[in-house]
């Protein structure tokens, strides 16, 4: 079955940088991307980019370039999120998702999740 | 601000039909996916596509699109169906980012 394993929680402070894993298994890891979402408290889902786990292409969301970077290892199944400069508003949980792709292009979708990594931004 | 934009708040009375809806203009090329999410819990795909059920999703759920807006309809709602509803596309700039909707909190009266 497919399954996106995360790291555990993570506490730092503002303009320290956070490394988040998600290790892939169940499924051949090069067919798919990885998004990744994130969710500050008692607030909704905010996409923060993807990767391709093919050939490592990204796409970030435009409030995060230059703080966020994506990259896959294929050689353990694990695709990474790093953000840098934290700030207290970056507080949240971060998932990452598996990304599929259907209808030509016309609706991408988020079928498989991980668990969620509370990262605490704090002095 | 999203550029999806969803209702914030919507009650169903137990069994009965709900629709939960999703406008933008980057609906009108690309088609949206919803997702279920409850407290403390990694959300759930629940639609996508024109009208996608995962394995395992109840045939209650089913999606439709028209013009700018997807909406998601709960046909016979039931109480574990309270939850979060978030709709994802992409967004309208051209550069495939996604982008979610605000979210709409269902309650099952």
């Known amino acids: 079955q497919v399954q996106l394993v995360q790291s555990g929680a993570e ?3 503002p303009g320290a940088s956070v490394k988040v894993s998600c290790k892939a298994s169940g499924y051949t890891f090069t067919s798919y991307g990885i ?5 500050a408290p008692g607030q909704g889902l905010e996409w923060m980019g993807w990767i391709s ?3 490592g292409n990204t796409n970030y969301a435009q409030k995060l370039q230059g703080r966020v970077t994506m990259t896959t290892d294929t050689s353990t199944s694990t695709a990474y999120m790093e953000l840098r400069s934290l700030r207290s508003d970056d507080t949240a949980v971060y998932y990452c998702a598996r990304q599929g792709i259907a209808a030509a292009g016309r609706v991408y979708y988020f079928d498989y999740w991980g ?4 990262v605490t931004v704090s002095s | 601000s999203s550029e999806l ?5 919507v009650s169903v009375a137990l069994g009965q039909t709900v629709r939960i809806t999703c406008q933008g203009d980057s609906l ?7 997702y279920q999410q409850k407290p403390g819990q990694a959300p759930v795909l629940v ?11 109840p045939d209650r759920f089913s999606g439709s699109s028209s013009g700018n807006t997807a909406s998601l309809t709960i046909t016979g709602a039931q109480a574990e169906d309270e939850a979060d509803y978030y709709c994802n596309s992409r967004d309208s700039s051209g550069n495939h980012r996604g982008v979610f909707g605000g979210g709409t909190k269902l309650t099952v009266l």
């Open chain 1, 11 to 13: 506490v730092k402070k």
């Open chain 1, 35 to 39: 998004s990744w979402v994130r969710q």
């Open chain 1, 53 to 55: 786990a093919y050939n």
């Open chain 1, 115 to 118: 668990q969620g990594t509370l």
């Open chain 2, 5 to 9: 934009t969803q209702d914030p708040a």
């Open chain 2, 28 to 34: 009108r090329s690309y088609y949206a996916s919803w």
């Open chain 2, 47 to 57: 639609i996508y596509g024109k009208n996608n059920r995962p394995s395992g999703i």
